[in-house]
């Protein structure tokens, strides 16, 4: 049974990572076991970590769930200097979306209910 997840994304500079990704989420880490290394809880049990070493080519992207996927986009267009990326809308899939790219060349990107019955159902399903 699986209980627990981690990702991770890697970044040939540490310093500059976290400050990238600490922007990106909104906080700060929520642990940090040893140099070159940090993790954030996204949500209970799931874990972002972000690595100094060699960037690996093709993985991802990691999506998140957000509530408003155009303010977080210009957040990160503002505070990040992402370049405008592009909100993805089907008539079959109950989500918008969107990809970028962080500075290391790691996929991203955010999702959002169009549902928001659905997405407050979601929510509390995982974080009460």
């Not at 408003?68 to 267009?77: N, P, T």
Request: some cysteine; hydrophobic content about 40%.
């Amino acid at each position: 049974m699986v209980f627990e997840m981690t990702t991770q994304v890697r970044v040939s500079n540490m310093a500059e990572g976290r400050k990238w990704y600490e922007t990106f989420l909104n906080k700060k880490p929520d642990f940090i076991p040893h140099e070159g290394f940090a993790e954030w809880e996204l949500i209970p049990g799931c874990w972002l970590q972000v690595a100094e070493g060699k960037v690996t080519e093709g993985n991802g992207p990691l999506r998140l769930g957000v509530t408003d996927i155009s303010a977080e986009r210009e957040r990160l267009m503002q505070h990040l200097k992402l370049a405008k990326f592009e909100i993805h809308v089907r008539s079959e899939v109950p989500v918008k979306w969107g990809t970028f790219t962080d500075p290391w060349g790691n996929l991203l990107g955010f999702f959002e209910y169009l549902d928001k019955n659905e997405e407050e159902k979601q929510r509390k399903s995982i974080i009460g």
